[in-house]
Nanobody, 117 residues
């Protein structure tokens, strides 16, 4: 059974830092691109960052560029991280981990991030 379990969310003050983790299990994810998405109340889920299956390429949304860094465990391919610095209130929302290969996408249940001003 495929599982993606996010952790590391919480309450942080604006300007602070947070590190999100995603633990992947149930299959080999070495050939999967992985990413982070977020959803704020009343808004659609939006792309935050992604990393290729090899870890050689990363992509980040313009809204978080220079502040968020995505990385993955390139050996066991069971972990994904999102390092967040200089967070802003608009970064608040539920953050979801995803794993995608061709037409198949797996999602975690999310972890809440709240940034206070």
């Amino acid at each position: 059974q495929v599982q993606l379990v996010e952790s590391g969310g919480g309450l942080v003050q604006a300007g602070g830092s947070l590190r999100l983790s995603c633990a992947a299990s149930g299959r080999t994810f070495s050939s999967y691109a992985m990413g982070w998405f977020r959803q704020a109340p009343g808004k659609e889920r939006e792309f935050v960052a992604a990393i290729s299956w090899s870890g050689g390429s990363t992509y980040t949304a313009d809204s978080v560029k220079g502040r968020f860094t995505i990385s993955r465990d390139g050996h066991a391919n069971t972990a994904l991280w999102l390092q967040m610095i200089s967070v802003k209130p608009e970064d608040s929302g539920v953050y979801y981990c995803s794993a995608r290969r061709r037409t198949v996408t797996y999602w975690g249940l999310g972890t809440q991030v709240t940034v206070s001003s």
